[in-house]
């Protein structure tokens, strides 16, 4: 499925920030930035949330592909999970019809016209359940197969850093902040092999 607009340009234009590992946060943060440019100041609290969603989905996606060359199945739906629809799989690693590999994107800005969230991506418990709820269905249908969520900012404490806590090395493999060089090749040394 192409990409749309704004999001496809933001991203052409964005990716040659990234010279090397250390270089993703800019680009992550640059193409939040210009998309809330190009939407304006008048979103409401879900309409932001809903855009920088996708954006980061959108980003993560263009990214593994275009520089680090791992192309990733998308939107992969498994019935068996409850994952279909809106709900479906955000990506998977499919080899000769089986999934490898599964993972949760959650994302978002971190600043907003000029003023630092409190609570953005992982921060928010509301958004951490959601990945978690992801990582439970899978995991029900596919215990063995590991499940990452990735993400550009992870709790540092409250329930949210409690929940992750308890979820990783249990239901989730590994929460990777894709801004974190040393996390970020971790991440790749784990999916690169499985391609």
Do not use: W
């Not at 490898?100 to 509301?126: F, H, M, N, Q, W």
């Not at 992870?154 to 409690?162: F, I, L, Q, R, V």
Request: charged share 30%.
């Amino acid at each position: 499925m192409p990409i749309p607009e704004p999001y496809k340009s933001i991203l052409e234009s964005n990716i040659g920030l990234v010279k090397s590992d250390s270089d993703v946060k800019a680009f992550v943060e640059k193409c939040f930035s210009d998309l809330l440019v190009k939407l304006g100041k008048n979103l409401g609290f879900q309409s932001r949330a809903k855009k920088t969603g996708d954006m980061f989905e959108l980003l993560f996606d263009y990214l593994m592909e275009h520089k680090y060359k791992v192309k990733f199945s998308k939107c992969v739906p498994i019935k068996k999970a409850c994952m279909l629809g809106s709900g479906a799989l955000d990506f998977g690693i499919m080899k000769n019809g089986k999934l490898l590999c599964g993972i949760e994107a959650k994302g978002s800005a971190e600043v907003v016209d000029g003023i630092r969230l409190p609570r953005p991506a992982l921060k928010r418990t509301d958004t951490m359940k959601k990945a978690i709820s992801q990582a439970y269905q899978f995991k029900r249908v596919f215990p063995k197969t590991p499940f990452y969520i990735v993400t550009n900012v992870k709790p540092k404490n409250g329930n949210a850093e409690c929940m992750m806590n308890l979820a990783e090395g249990d239901i989730v493999d590994k929460f990777i902040d894709i801004t974190n060089p040393k996390e970020l090749q971790e991440f790749l040394n784990k999916v690169k092999p499985l391609m």
